[in-house]
């Protein structure tokens, strides 16, 4: 069982230290901004606390006092849950509007410092195991100390949890967004730890034997840690995530307009701000943005300098896309030809099209792109 509980929490330990080290890496652009500092602060004391966890059990004693290990442990976990507290604070408030919840909290950790550092050595009479503190005791003062730590863990995780879940919907920011739904799934883990951990403390003094189901705490916990380091690094890359996605689409979207763009170009190369060098097509991708950008104004100039060969009696029904691409179709051949219809349109049947928004304009022009290749 002991194994498996380290197991457990050097698995924590890792996740904490990969949190870490990620956010490492942002220290130069944010290190005078309190979130970062509060975030840097709360990940340190995870990687302590489950770097203790691993190996308290296997200290018998720190400076000659017997299981100070396993203090130290209990006091940075009340440490992190209080610094977990503040950094969901100050992501949805400004500094200046929670400076007295900030105090409160503070207060509220030093004092609760005080008491179970009483209690400990109370209660830590000279042959005390070390199981008493880590497991459960019948011992009345190791009982409250051990009540008194986990309900110090669960009442963090029901704020968090309360508070996360308002927040993300009063906020506009995608990923902060995520982040705290994450959160408020690793709270909830993180007080099914506390829970059952209540129950494997004072297990002992109700003379229940849990057996294997004692291990749940320690499970629960490595699942819950995992997600809100998860959760807590999100924020740094999830804007690269979403900005690879739309890389990725605009990319697409840039190669599934080439065919329509190109015999638009062909017949008005006048549209093309840059005309095309060789190896040009689809290799610059640094500013595909930008390109993505004017290729739709180009076939919009393109197609709209194809009006007078456009015939207004060819009206397009069923699939649009299909019969806009015909009837570009029609015209580059009219207009390669010079036979004008006796009836052309005065503007292209492109303006009959109601985009919103550029995304709109692109999934449009793409449809009439792949009907066009297809009649190509």
């Not at 740094?236 to 990319?251: M, P």
């Not at 207009?335 to 503007?347: C, F, H, I, R």
Request: proline share 5%.
């Amino acid at each position: 069982m002991n194994t498996l509980k380290i197991i457990l929490f050097s698995l924590s330990a890792v996740s904490s230290y990969a949190a870490l080290l990620y956010k490492l890496f942002s220290m130069r652009r944010s290190w005078r901004d309190p979130a970062y500092i509060v975030l840097m602060t709360t990940l340190i004391l995870q990687c302590v606390t489950f770097t203790l966890g691993a190996i308290s059990l296997s200290i018998g004693s720190l400076f000659g006092i017997p299981n100070l290990a396993i203090l130290i442990l209990h006091l940075a976990a009340v440490a992190y849950c209080i610094s977990a507290q503040l950094l969901l604070m100050l992501w949805a408030n400004p500094p200046s509007e929670i400076r007295t919840r900030i105090r409160a909290w503070i207060f509220s950790g030093a004092a609760l410092f005080v008491v179970l550092i009483a209690l400990f050595f109370i209660g830590n009479k000279p042959g005390t195991p070390g199981t008493a503190f880590a497991v459960g005791s019948s011992d009345p003062v190791i009982l409250t100390y051990l009540l008194l730590f986990i309900i110090s863990q669960a009442v963090p995780c029901v704020t968090i949890y309360l508070q996360c879940l308002p927040y993300a919907r009063s906020t506009s920011r995608v990923w902060l967004r995520r982040t705290l739904r994450t959160l408020a799934v690793g709270a909830v883990v993180l007080f099914l730890y506390c829970a059952t951990r209540a129950l494997n403390i004072v297990s002992p003094i109700l003379g229940w034997h849990l057996g294997a189901w004692a291990i749940l705490p320690s499970v629960f916990s490595a699942v819950g840690i995992a997600i809100v380091s998860f959760g807590l690094t999100m924020p740094s890359w999830g804007e690269h995530v979403s900005s690879l996605a739309r890389w990725q689409r605009n990319y697409r979207s840039y190669r599934a307009l080439y065919p329509l763009w190109h015999s638009l170009y062909e017949s008005s190369p006048d549209i093309a701000l840059e005309p095309p060098t060789a190896g040009d097509t689809d290799r610059r991708w640094s500013d595909l943005h930008y390109r993505l950008h004017r290729r739709v104004i180009e076939i919009r100039d393109g197609w709209r300098a194809l009006r007078p060969y456009m015939d207004r009696a060819d009206s397009p029904d069923g699939d649009q896309a299909m019969a806009e691409a015909r009837k570009i179709r029609q015209a580059l051949e009219a207009k390669t030809s010079g036979v004008t219809p006796a009836e052309s349109q005065d503007n292209g049947a492109f303006d009959d099209h109601d985009a919103k928004t550029f995304a709109a304009e692109v999934a449009w022009l793409t449809q009439v792109s792949e009907a066009y290749g297809k009649l190509a």
